[in-house]
């Protein structure tokens, strides 16, 4: 696992953003993985503004995000292929069908995770996955007591994750209760993570993360396994995390 910690928020997006267009610009045909969330929005936005003012070019990639809330169609607000259109997919030149999220509203769900496992598999596996983490350890859906060798599925939101993303819903009554997400095992299967976490808020689960034992009580600490792994902070997602050349 790699640490990098830049001085500022802004810093840090600008790191991860390099990374992937350093990725689309020698990989054309890239597999990207892809997550939502307050975090990666201005991901997105740098994003777009470098398709815009230096035609970096997605026609030839393909993306995966990493879940969807069951219950919520694409053309509801709260989705995550919403949430992508509206930062992203609209903003560049990707070609739709090469872009893909498990169906939160399939009629069958568990046959929606083998599906969407068995489309990733045809596309060769995911080049970089990009992850945020929620307050409750989460990467993806992937609330405490996921398997480390989960697969995508149907799984129960965590309360922590209910409470934080019950404002963007107008209350926590108004939230799914369950999402569709990439499981732990899909996430370590990916040929490289790069996860990104912003806001001292984040700092107590990131210093669970990368310095406490791996465990299924902290999904994102099985990041530790993977050989090809950054974890790109701001100095106050760092700040628990002592001396950092113990970790790198
Ligand atoms: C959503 C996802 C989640 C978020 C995490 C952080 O696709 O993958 O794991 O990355 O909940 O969310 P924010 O950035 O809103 O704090």
């Not at 393909?62 to 879940?67: S, V």
């Not at 299924?216 to 106050?236: E, F, G, I, W």
Request: charged letters at 20%; hydrophobic letters at 40%.
């Amino acid at each position: 696992m790699e640490i990098v910690i830049q001085r500022s928020a802004d810093a840090a997006i600008e790191f991860v953003t390099q990374i992937i267009a350093r990725e689309i610009r020698g990989n054309p045909r890239c597999v990207l993985g892809l997550a939502t969330g307050r975090t990666m929005e201005p991901v997105y936005a740098r994003l777009a503004q470098l398709h815009g003012n230096d035609g970096l070019d997605f026609s030839a990639c393909r993306t995966f995000n990493l879940d969807e809330y069951v219950g919520l169609a694409a053309d509801n607000k709260h989705s995550y292929r919403h949430y992508m259109n509206q930062h992203l997919f609209d903003k560049v030149n990707i070609a739709f069908d090469n872009t893909h999220l498990p169906d939160g509203v399939a009629a069958n769900l568990a046959d929606e995770g083998k599906r969407y496992e068995r489309l990733l598999a045809q596309a060769g596996g995911i080049d970089l996955q990009l992850l945020g983490i929620g307050l409750s350890g989460h990467i993806g859906f992937n609330e405490p007591l996921s398997a480390l060798s989960s697969r995508t599925r149907v799984v129960e939101l965590a309360p922590e994750t209910i409470e934080q993303n019950a404002q963007l819903f107008g209350g926590a009554h108004n939230m799914p209760r369950q999402a569709i997400t990439m499981g732990v095992g899909t996430i370590l299967d990916c040929r490289r993570c790069i996860l990104l976490a912003t806001g001292y808020e984040k700092s107590e689960i990131i210093a669970e993360a990368v310095k406490g034992p791996i465990t299924h009580m902290v999904p994102a600490s099985a990041l530790q396994l993977h050989s090809n792994c950054t974890v790109v902070l701001d100095d106050p997602a760092a700040a628990l995390l002592g001396r950092i050349s113990n970790y790198v």
